[in-house]
């Protein structure tokens, strides 16, 4: 049987469309090539499975995986990242993803082949990356580790702040122009496979900030409030548009009094149920 040039593994995230691209190529160098002589390779009894796992119906098992790592010919070090692959998007808790995510953003030639995936994804996931960016906005700012360093609540490690400096000049979002350091208007553009991931873990962070500022902050310089209430369930639509509304209110102040910014605030509004639906009662 002849074979079609591969794929490579490194440049996707997605094991479904890696899977799908590859069975593709070997469809175009041997039209013989099928779903039936896949699944002898891997050593399992469905030649549909295949076609199941690349279209999202049936997930890979330990068993079956260590059957496709077979069938597609891959080296020990491509096994260990088809691997990663296949947890990032099977996955159960966030835990879990994030390791997979730690895995796949290891290896090497995945960061050669797409070097902008691993700081964007850290921009949009780590709490103290985008209140740099924003801290770039006030009056002072210096991009200096060690002042930045000091400046957030609660404070980072010099080398945190370090590497944070090192990703935001690499995604655009502060340049430095003879020595001035400014924050444009740059949009972060992170493959679906993690965005999920990235804003997940965005807001455990900045619930745990939040959770700090309840003893850790001043409260003349913070507000925390909350009410628990009673509500049909055809009324959260109308305050999920109140409460983004607000927000978009919020944003506007703050951007008409941007030329003035001194320090950089976190602001969560939060909607979420405490009890179950009716219908979901046991």
């Known amino acids: 049987m002849r074979r079609g040039p591969r794929p490579d593994p490194y440049s996707y995230l997605s094991y479904r469309d890696y899977l799908r691209d590859w069975f593709r190529a070997q469809k175009a160098a041997d039209a013989r090539f099928s779903h039936r002589n896949f699944a002898r390779r ?11 796992v690349i279209g999202g119906k049936r997930n890979l098992t330990p068993r079956t995986l260590e059957g496709f790592v077979r069938a597609l010919g891959l080296t020990a070090e491509g096994a260990a990242f088809f691997a990663a692959l296949v947890q990032l998007d099977q996955a159960d808790t966030d835990e879990e993803r994030n390791e997979a995510w730690e895995r796949v953003a290891a290896s090497r030639r995945f960061r050669s082949a797409r070097p902008i995936v691993g700081p964007a994804m850290s921009y949009l996931s780590t709490w103290y990356l ?20 000091a400046r957030l609540l609660p404070r980072i490690t010099v080398a945190q702040a370090r590497e944070a400096l ?17 924050a444009p208007e740059v949009s972060v553009a992170t493959p679906h496979e993690v965005i999920g991931l990235a ?38 639509p109308t305050l999920k548009a109140e409460v983004e509304r607000f927000q978009e209110r919020v944003l506007h102040l ?16 939060q909607l979420l149920p ?6 979901d009662s046991r």
């Open 42 to 52: 891997a050593g399992v009894k469905s030649p549909s499975l295949l076609n199941e």
């Open 130 to 149: 985008p209140a740099i960016r924003e801290l770039a906005l006030c009056r002072g700012f210096r991009a200096d580790p060690a002042w930045v360093a």
């Open 166 to 182: 090192r990703i935001l000049f690499e995604l655009g979002l502060l340049v430095d122009e003879d020595g001035a350091v400014s």
């Open 199 to 236: 804003v997940h873990n965005y807001h455990h962070q900045m619930l745990e900030r939040a959770r700090d500022a309840i003893e850790g902050v001043d409260p003349e310089e913070r507000h925390l409030g909350g009410v628990t209430v009673a509500i049909p369930g055809s009324l959260v």
């Open 254 to 269: 703050c951007d008409e009094r941007a030329h003035e910014a001194e320090r950089v605030y976190q602001i969560n509004l």
């Open 274 to 279: 405490l009890s179950r639906a009716p219908e």
